[in-house]
């Protein structure tokens, strides 16, 4: 009588091949997840300040958000006086004129569909 592999069980066999552990308990993951979390952060507050000024703004009055709305639109103004906004401006004029585009006799405000 036949059991295990040749009945379609599957079996552990193991590798025959000495395999080392896998390092991650070495690589410490809350200080490497902690890192890209702040790294993502950082690069956003630099280069989306437009974004996150735009999302302050809708939020409604109270006394948490009104003491914070001067200085992050005193932030949003820094970055894009260095510069940091000029990715998302050009990539914002692209779309705009991508939008404005009209082909044959269209006109603004038709929906380009024929007639």
């Known amino acids: 009588m036949t059991t295990g592999?040749?009945?379609g069980e599957i079996v552990?066999?193991?590798s025959p091949v000495l395999v080392?552990?896998?390092p991650v308990d070495?690589?410490?993951p809350f200080a490497w997840m902690s890192t890209i979390i702040v790294?993502?952060?950082l690069f956003l507050a630099l280069f989306n300040a437009h974004a996150i000024a735009a999302w302050f703004d809708e939020l409604p009055p109270s006394p948490y958000t009104e003491p914070l709305r001067a200085p992050i639109a005193a932030w949003a103004g820094l970055?894009?006086?260095l510069g940091f906004d000029a990715p998302r401006a050009a990539v914002r004029s692209r779309w705009e004129a991508a939008q404005a585009a009209r082909?044959?006799?269209e006109?603004?405000?038709e929906d380009g569909s024929a007639r």
Request: proline fraction near 8%; charged fraction near 25%.
């Open 5 to 7: 592999a040749e009945q």
């Open 12 to 14: 552990e066999v193991g």
């Open 20 to 22: 080392a552990p896998d």
């Open 26 to 28: 070495v690589v410490r």
């Open 39 to 41: 790294t993502a952060t």
């Open 79 to 81: 970055t894009e006086r």
């Open 103 to 105: 082909f044959g006799g």
């Open 107 to 109: 006109q603004p405000g």
